[in-house]
């Protein structure tokens, strides 16, 4: 068995990576920005049956250099799964850029010079679809990228775009491209494995909570969390993955779908969940004067299909409906009372 880095170990969808790991019998060295997240961390890895004598934890943060000397040392492979997310977007559209960039490229440069034999880095969808040219409906294969011109780009985006961009110059650079797997996921849903959920469903909690009136119009290639976890542990030692982007998402899902799905799923909800959509111009005229509508007009009226076939061949990952992530999803905000059924 092989000792593995995940970074961030602490995130939705890396703590699910480390569980995968840890039941296969791989070693797990995580790293945490601060070390009081290691102890709940390692908590709910046992619970959730992981061995806690595999287990051990390295402070590090992607802002700086130190740490990531001992973070790297002695693993097989790197699963680079820390990344800043905005709660809000800044004003300046590069902002989000030299974070989101450099502190990858430390990773991936520490792992290589450590002699890791394969390092897998999640990017997103978001490096991918975004581009003019696509337009309504689409399918967007491992070729295609956004375009970080594009002025209807949130800065979230564009440094999506721009850190992998400079991942594969690197690798390009040093000819290393088969030393790198990259994963571009859709909207992860699916289950939580602690109360510690922060902002990954949001999406779902939205629309149990009933915080919108309507659902925006808006679209979303989606994965569950379990078969992105899977991906990145089977990309991770197989000679099909080095140097492939591989994009993982099942079906594509509006707003308003995911609403139906819950509202029938979960009936005690559904008075309040939002199941009429509003009208795209409704939203453009109200992202003139809010910013954080305003990163998403790209989305509306585009349907995003992600080509996942490939993917499935050079793995064995097939993805999950759509549903069953939006239902497990909203069974883990009930089960850690993010959401409480309305009396």
Not at 45 to 57: E, M, P, S, T
Not at 79 to 96: I, T
Not at 253 to 263: F, G, H, K, N, W
Not at 313 to 340: M, N
Request: some cysteine; overall charge neutral; hydrophobic content about 45%.
């Amino acid at each position: 068995m092989a000792q593995v880095l995940v970074t961030g170990i602490s995130g939705f969808i890396a703590k699910h990576v480390a569980l995968q790991l840890l039941r296969a019998g791989h070693d797990v060295v995580g790293t945490v920005r601060d070390a009081s997240k290691a102890g709940p961390v390692k908590d709910t890895l046992v619970r959730h049956g992981a061995d806690h004598n595999k287990i051990r934890f390295v402070e590090a943060d992607l802002t700086g250099d130190d740490g990531w000397a001992d973070a790297v040392a002695g693993c097989d492979y790197i699963q680079h799964l820390a990344s800043p997310f905005p709660l809000a977007q800044p004003e300046d559209r590069e902002a989000l850029v030299p974070e989101a960039r450099d502190g990858m490229l430390r990773v991936v440069k520490a792992g290589l010079d450590a002699g890791a034999k394969r390092i897998v880095v999640t990017s997103s969808l978001a490096a991918v679809m975004y581009h003019p040219k696509f337009k309504g409906e689409f399918e967007a294969g491992p070729e295609a990228w956004s375009d970080p011109e594009w002025k209807a780009l949130s800065p979230y985006i564009i440094s999506k775009t721009r850190a992998e961009q400079a991942l594969w110059a690197l690798l390009d650079e040093r000819g290393e491209r088969d030393r790198a797997t990259v994963i571009n996921p859709g909207l992860v849903l699916g289950p939580s494995l602690d109360e510690r959920i922060g902002t990954s469903l949001s999406v779902v909690e939205m629309l149990l909570k009933g915080a919108y009136p309507a659902s925006p119009p808006l679209r979303f290639p989606t994965v569950d969390v379990r078969d992105l976890a899977a991906l990145h542990v089977a990309a991770m030692d197989s000679p099909n993955t080095g140097g492939q982007r591989l994009l993982a998402a099942a079906d594509t899902v509006s707003m308003q779908e995911m609403a139906l799905i819950l509202a029938d799923a979960f009936p005690a909800f559904a008075k309040k969940i939002p199941t009429k959509e509003l009208p795209a111009w409704v939203v453009r005229l109200m992202a003139i004067f809010d910013k954080n509508l305003k990163s998403i007009t790209a989305d509306l009226g585009r349907k995003r299909i992600a080509k996942t076939a490939y993917v499935t061949e050079k793995t064995g990952i097939a993805f999950r409906p759509a549903k069953e992530a939006i239902e497990a999803a909203a069974e883990s905000l009930i089960e850690y009372g993010v959401v409480k059924p309305p009396r």
